[in-house]
């Protein structure tokens, strides 16, 4: 069964840069869309955007300036990079697995495996 | 950025059937499939319904979901004290090119 963990600082500085790691177990990372979501404190989640495992990537452009997804086949493992944070990236960040495809004309795409989250701080 | 529309909160007694909407426009649900979301206190979302209506195995058959239109629902019935939990509905939007969650529906069992 296929599982996802989160690693990375739990605290950031002002106007630095977020690192956050997912590491895939239980499963190869070829053939998925490879996702980072995040959830504000009292807030609902946003998207943040995806690697697909040969590395193209798709980003929410309300971040897009500011993210980058990479990933690392040999390691299992793929990365979300947020430059020049503030307090408002303070949030539980979720990876996820997504699965993408077309069916009946219509474009489908969702996260079936999802990791614990990890929460980052944004302070000094 | 919530461009699909929830109801704040659902409620029910055990055993009763609760339905969750989820509006959005045809940029998102009207051109794409639906999935929605369930997120129990203080753990990561789980999947619950995708493609509109399928249920990923291990989910019970008291979830169902449809879509009409620009518009979704999520149905729990035989409602039990486990479900309380916030409910998200999700889509691909063609327009802003990015996967939008709805703005979640906490349900609480009385």
């Known amino acids: 069964q296929v599982q996802l963990q989160e690693s990375g600082p739990g605290l950031v500085k002002p106007s630095e840069t977020l690192s956050l790691t997912c590491t895939v177990s239980?499963?190869?990372?070829?053939?998925?869309?490879w996702s980072w979501i995040r959830q504000p404190p009292g807030k609902g989640l946003e998207w943040i955007g995806y690697i697909y495992y040969s590395g193209s990537t798709n980003y929410n452009p309300s971040l897009k300036s500011r993210v980058t997804i990479s990933v690392d086949t040999s390691k299992n493992q793929f990365s979300l990079k947020l430059s020049s944070v503030t307090a408002a990236d303070t949030a539980v960040y979720y990876c996820a697995r997504g699965v993408r495809g077309v069916e009946g004309g219509y474009y489908y795409y969702y996260m079936d495996v999802w990791g614990k989250g990890t929460t980052v701080t944004v302070s000094s | 950025q919530s461009v699909l529309t929830q109801p704040p909160s659902a409620s029910g007694t055990p055993g009763q059937r609760v339905t969750i909407s989820c509006s959005g426009s045809?940029?998102?649900?009207?051109?794409?499939?639906v999935n929605w979301y369930q997120q129990l206190p203080g753990t990561a979302p789980k999947l619950l319904i995708y493609s509109n209506n399928q249920r990923p195995s291990g989910v019970p058959d008291r979830f169902s979901g449809s879509k009409s239109g620009t518009s979704a629902s999520l149905a729990i019935s035989g409602l039990q004290s486990e479900d309380e939990a916030d409910y998200y509905c999700?889509?691909?939007?063609?327009?802003?090119?990015?996967?939008?969650f709805g703005t979640g529906t906490k349900v609480t069992v009385l």
């Open positions: 239980g499963g190869s990372i070829s053939s998925y869309y």
């Open positions: 999700a889509a691909w939007d063609d327009s802003l090119n990015v996967h939008v």
């Open positions: 045809s940029s998102n649900i009207g051109s794409n499939t």
